[in-house]
């Protein structure tokens, strides 16, 4: 009887810690698949900046294709073939290279010039817009400045709104008593001392 209630005691000892490495390590596991879960919920975040709007990922797309045709057809012409904006975007940076290599083999004084006539034609530019801008902006301000003015004036009704005064200060009538009393010991220290 002895021997079996030890056995039995032996067989459950190797069983619970059986269970507990089995514990420990599903512990393990799980630890292991949150901070694998909080990686991959971090990494969704970075790549789908935000919530996920499709109709505002369709409208944006839609407005850099057709930023990108307007630098086709400005930079090679119109895009006939209707091709990806993709491709439109291989062929605009060909060209750029083209453009490069050619600049490259002219004459470093024609280069020199035509780079300061554009850099003055984009100042000029620069120039007109702040005047436009600058224009804008004061036509705004006499708008609204018509607006009050034909603007019914504010009526004020009731009192109007007073703040309380401050408090006058006390005088202070101790010091003077203090100064006739050291006054006084100054006198007898200097007479009788």
Do not use: W
């Not at 990922?57 to 990108?68: A, F, G, P, S, T």
């Not at 605009?92 to 280069?111: A, D, G, S, T, Y």
């Not at 005047?131 to 004036?153: C, G, M, S, T």
């Amino acid at each position: 009887m002895k021997q079996t209630i030890e056995t039995t005691k032996a067989r459950m000892n190797k069983e619970t810690e059986v269970l507990k490495a089995q514990i420990s390590s599903l512990e393990k596991q799980i630890t292991a698949e949150e901070e694998k879960s909080k990686e991959l919920e971090h990494k969704s975040k970075m790549f789908s900046y935000g919530h996920y709007e499709g109709d505002n990922q369709e409208k944006m797309l839609d407005m850099l294709n057709e930023k990108v045709e307007e630098v086709y057809r400005s930079c090679i012409g119109d895009n006939e073939a209707n091709i990806s904006t993709l491709q439109m975007l291989t062929n605009i940076e060909n060209r750029l290279e083209e453009l490069f290599e050619h600049i490259e083999m002219m004459p470093q004084e024609k280069v020199e010039l035509a780079e300061k006539a554009k850099e003055k034609e984009r100042r000029l530019k620069l120039r007109e817009e702040k005047k436009q801008q600058q224009k804008l902006h004061q036509e705004e301000r006499v708008r609204k400045a018509l607006e009050r003015a034909k603007a019914d004036p504010k009526v004020q009704t009731g009192k109007r709104l007073v703040f309380r005064s401050k408090p006058p200060e006390e005088q202070k009538k101790q010091t003077d008593v203090v100064d006739k009393s050291n006054a006084e010991d100054e006198e007898l220290a200097y007479y009788f001392s």
